[in-house]
């Protein structure tokens, strides 16, 4: 295939994952087109945050089976800097301190990554995106010369990754609960922000255990995952049907 | 370019090794002798009481133990050292003046440049000698001393006699005996009542000969209500066979006044390095040690604070680096003597290979010393299991109303970190090396701008493949 016949979009395939011996995902296919944003749903524990870590390459999880494919091109070999340089994005579950590093610098430094050898990220080009982004969050200019996340409360650390995706604009996105913890206001916040990336090059999976932040971000599709699989998928009245529903039902559905 | 291919390679990031061709106008013969003391003094052209207490210095040196506490100095050999070495052509005020392989020294460490950019003063000791001392006019209009502690001696005889050795006497320890005896270069320093210099002086110590020893003697004196500011910075050729380093540095600080001496040492991983360093400190004075230790095979080094009047404080900021083969042993002391004197004391240490650091520091405070208080902060990073730390922290406290705080933590990188800042588009070794900086951010944002940028080109040097 030459690059233009590449289907825009992430493909996982069968992919099966362990933490040590312990099986975790067990033959999980999904495609999520880029322009697109699904919902990950499921009971906890069952394998949604692993998925996560998984596409972005953390190496506490081994790929014992299937495969990744971005934009056509298998990911499972590289670092998972390169796989950001790609345009793959993790906003974490429970964001990293980082003492001494200030947001500023840091920010810098992950956009100047994506460069070219001999091209720099421009003073305005970095301010200008910084101005946009904290309008967007709602949040004071002081905030990028704090450390990273150091003493951040929860609310904060999670605004904090939508300001790094704001920055970095990636093609793909994968939300790990950012939602757990915050109140409704804090909330509004972070759909405010992946709301304003939404479009035909914006890609990716919001995993929730709730349908709560999916009143503000709708999703295109919703797919349940049960014990480390795809167990039903479907559009955003699956994930009112689970509110009202609760897991039970799905539960069976993995063992039937 | 001299590297010794099997020094070169525990030192493989170290990218001041090369060494000139040795050409002097004196070597002394080898070895810590009273004809080598007599012959330093006679070509120094000094008063009588100078060589006497170089020859007491001596005695006091015979006398003492080699310390037992510290680090190992098993492997220096002092009768295989050359105690002085005396360059062509020194002491000059024009760079142009000084022979052309030392300029060119220099030049490659970027000193002209930085004095034409940044400094108030600047002083180059090669060997033994300063060869180049200098301060701008505008400091010297305003009463400013900044010369040679040879020539400090000649033209402040009074103001030398006054206060040379009182703080570091001979017997303080067996190093400092060692530079009582051979002193040699070295800045003597006075800023007037009052005057405030703004911008740095710094002084650049390079020792270029093989096996050689460096005994700089520095005498600063800051008069009352005065500020300023002193750099330090070394480096020296990677040889086989070890050299040796040992300073004595002095500092008065007078009422109302403010001094803050930096050091950012980088010698050779050969090098003993062995410095005394202390200050007293008078009346609401404050004194600020900046200490950087990335070079050396060893160092033990514990810069002091005497608070001897109401309200003086003292500060020291210490960093360390230890990699294959290193042992930095550095700390701090912080002895009080007076009421409402305070002091703070924050160690930063990294290791990683088969590198040892320890923190080494004492808190004193005398009976009498009312509400005094000192804090103590001791972080230590271990960037792979073969590092090592220590913390030796001695506290004694006579006062009742006093207050001593200590805080010790060891960590390592964690695999979290590094993957959060990899999946931002890091590399892992630009994650490693941005969670190192951000370890002694406190530290060098104490800096002057490029000096903080010279200390964390000089850590991602150090870093580089240091994670697996």
């Not at chain 1, 982004?133 to 990273?148: G, M, P």
């Not at chain 2, 003391?37 to 009481?49: G, H, L, N, R, Y």
């Not at chain 2, 020296?236 to 050299?243: G, I, L, R, T, V």
């Not at chain 2, 979290?416 to 530290?443: C, H, N």
């Amino acid at each position: 295939m030459t690059q233009t016949e590449q289907p825009h979009q992430i493909e996982i395939r069968n992919l099966h994952a362990s933490v040590g011996d312990l099986p975790i995902l067990k033959g999980v296919d999904l495609i999520i087109p880029r322009g697109e944003l699904h919902a990950v749903m499921g009971p906890n524990g069952n394998g949604k945050s692993t998925l996560a870590k998984v596409m972005v390459g953390d190496p506490e999880y081994t790929v014992t089976d299937g495969d990744i494919l971005v934009d056509g091109v298998s990911i499972l070999e590289m670092e998972p800097d390169e796989r950001a340089r790609m345009g793959l994005f993790l906003a974490f579950q429970y964001p990293v301190e980082i003492p001494g590093v200030t947001i500023a610098n840091f920010l810098r430094l992950a956009m100047q990554a994506r460069k070219e050898e001999g091209e720099e990220v421009s003073f305005t080009e970095f301010y200008g995106k910084l101005q946009s982004a904290l309008k967007t969050l709602d949040w004071d200019e002081s905030i990028v010369e704090r450390y990273l996340n150091a003493g951040f409360s929860g609310g904060e650390k999670k605004r904090n990754e939508i300001l790094q995706m704001l920055m970095l604009e990636p093609t793909y996105i994968i939300m790990d609960e950012t939602d757990s913890g915050l109140d409704v206001d804090a909330l509004k916040v972070v759909a405010n922000g992946v709301n304003s990336m939404r479009g035909e090059n914006l890609g990716g999976l919001i995993i929730t255990h709730y349908q709560r932040l999916l009143d503000y971000i709708v999703p295109d599709r919703v797919h349940i995952i049960v014990d480390g699989k795809v167990v039903q998928s479907g559009g955003p009245e699956l994930a009112k049907k689970l509110d009202s529903q609760g897991y039970d039902w799905v539960k069976e559905l993995a063992t039937a | 370019m001299t590297i010794n291919p099997e020094v070169n390679d525990i030192n493989a990031s170290y990218e001041y090794g090369w060494s000139n061709p040795e050409k002097y106008a004196v070597k002394a013969p080898k070895g810590l002798r009273r004809d080598v003391v007599e012959m330093i003094s006679k070509a120094k052209d000094e008063p009588q009481w100078m060589l006497d207490f170089r020859l007491k210095a001596l005695d006091i040196f015979n006398s003492k133990p080699m310390p037992e506490w510290g680090a190992d100095l098993s492997g220096l050999n002092l009768d295989e050292i050359y105690y002085y070495i005396k360059p062509e052509g020194f002491n000059t005020r024009s760079w142009d003046d000084v022979p052309e392989d030392v300029k060119n020294t220099f030049e490659r460490l970027g000193i002209p440049e930085a004095e034409r950019a940044a400094l108030a003063g600047v002083g180059a000791q090669y060997e033994s000698e300063m060869v180049y001392h200098n301060l701008k006019e505008e400091w010297e209009k305003l009463g400013v001393v900044f010369l040679s502690i040879e020539d400090g001696l000649k033209e402040y005889p009074e103001l030398f006699r006054e206060h040379f050795a009182t703080i570091v006497p001979p017997e303080d320890n067996k190093f400092a005996a060692i530079n009582s005896a051979v002193w040699s270069g070295g800045s003597f320093v006075y800023v007037p009542k009052g005057v405030k210099v703004d911008i740095p002086l710094q002084t650049y110590f390079r020792i270029n000969a093989e096996s050689s020893g460096q005994f700089e003697r520095t005498l600063i004196i800051i008069d009352e209500g005065a500020q300023a500011h002193y750099i330090e910075g070394c480096t020296a050729p990677s040889y086989s066979s070890d050299s040796f380093h040992s300073g004595v540095i002095e500092i008065v600080v007078k009422e109302g006044a403010r001094f803050r001496y930096s050091t950012i040492q980088n010698w050779s991983h050969n090098v003993y390095n062995l410095v005394t360093q202390r200050a007293a400190v008078y009346g609401n004075g404050v004194m600020e040690w900046v200490d950087g230790n990335l070079g050396s095979k060893v160092t033990m080094k514990y810069p002091a604070c005497y608070l001897l009047e109401d309200g003086a404080r003292g500060e020291v900021l210490s960093i360390a680096m230890a990699g294959r083969g290193q042992h930095q042993d550095a700390g701090a002391k912080i002895v009080h003597f007076a009421p409402h004197t305070s002091g703070s004391i924050v160690s930063k240490s990294i290791s990683k290979d088969s590198g040892r650091s320890s923190y080494r520091g004492l808190v004193k405070i005398y009976e009498g010393a009312k509400y005094a208080k000192t804090n103590v902060e001791c972080d230590a990073l271990l960037l792979d299991e073969e590092a090592r730390t220590d913390t030796y922290p001695y506290i004694e406290v006579e006062e009742k109303t006093a207050r001593v705080g200590h805080e010790a933590t060891v960590s390592k990188i964690n695999d979290d970190q590094i993957m959060y800042l990899q999946s931002r588009g890091l590399s892992k070794d630009q994650a490693a090396g941005l969670i190192v900086r951000g370890f002694i951010e406190p530290i060098a944002k104490e800096l002057p701008l490029e000096y903080a940028v010279e200390l964390n080109r000089l850590i991602e040097l150090e870093m580089e493949g240091s994670v697996g």
